[in-house]
């Protein structure tokens, strides 16, 4: 089976730009999650979705937006992108069966933002 | 905020010695898991202990639970130079994984 991808692996933008990163689940995994982490800050969940649905958001600004496609790929958005924004945007998927509760992640590799 | 803490921040060992790192947290959960991260690169799954349990060993891993003092350890067994790694405990509630600031370990040869 192949793993979680992620694209693209590295991104360099300006402030004020935005950016949409993209993530493959593993095949037959229907919840896909995003973090975010800073060595400051640590690894801190963006959202969750699940059937195209967003189940959980973390308290991030609005310019952070997501959406899953009925493949279960899903995208992330960031406008007007600030210096704060660098960051290793990571993507998860697990199999979670309806009502269940959740099983292990399986992280991609990663997409590196820097904002200049 | 995080919901886990992991201790120590760092620890340096010896090839061959064991590794101990433990993690709080703070509410109520379905399951601990424990991931391992290589320098700047995804997050790899190690072990998944789920709240009734109290033991469970994969390899030379071992993770206990005690969910009356919210915390868990990890223990790596006979550590390698490959083991060096950072380590998260991350909690499980409400379909979010929520991750500690992670333990860091450096196995010298």
């Not at chain 1, 406008?79 to 704060?84: A, I, K, P, V």
């Amino acid at each position: 089976k192949a793993g979680v991808t992620q694209t693209p692996r590295y991104l360099i933008k300006t402030r004020g730009q935005q950016v949409t990163l993209s993530c493959s689940p593993i095949s037959g995994h229907r919840s896909v999650s995003w973090y975010q982490q800073t060595p400051g800050q640590g690894l801190q969940f963006l959202f969750e979705y699940f059937s195209e649905t967003q189940r959980n958001k973390g308290n991030f600004p609005g310019r952070f937006s997501g959406r899953q496609f009925s493949n279960s790929r899903s995208e992330m958005n960031v406008s007007t992108l600030e210096l704060g924004d660098s960051a290793l945007y990571l993507c998860a998927s697990s199999s979670l069966k309806s009502g269940g509760g959740r099983t292990e992640a399986f992280f991609g590799q990663g997409t590196r933002l820097t904002v200049v | 905020s995080q919901q886990g803490e992991e201790d120590p921040q760092a620890l340096s060992i010896q090839e061959g010695e064991n590794a101990t790192m433990n993690c709080s947290y703070k509410t109520s959960i379905n399951n601990l898991q424990w991931y391992r991260q290589n320098s700047g690169r995804g997050l790899v799954h190690l072990i998944l202990i789920r709240s009734n349990e109290r033991e469970k060993h994969s390899g030379r891993l071992r993770v206990t639970l005690d969910t009356s003092k919210k915390s868990s350890s990890l223990l790596i067994t006979a550590s390698r130079a490959a083991d060096t790694a950072s380590y998260f405990c991350a909690t499980v509630s409400d379909y979010k994984l929520s991750f500690g600031a992670g333990t860091t370990v450096t196995v010298r040869a």
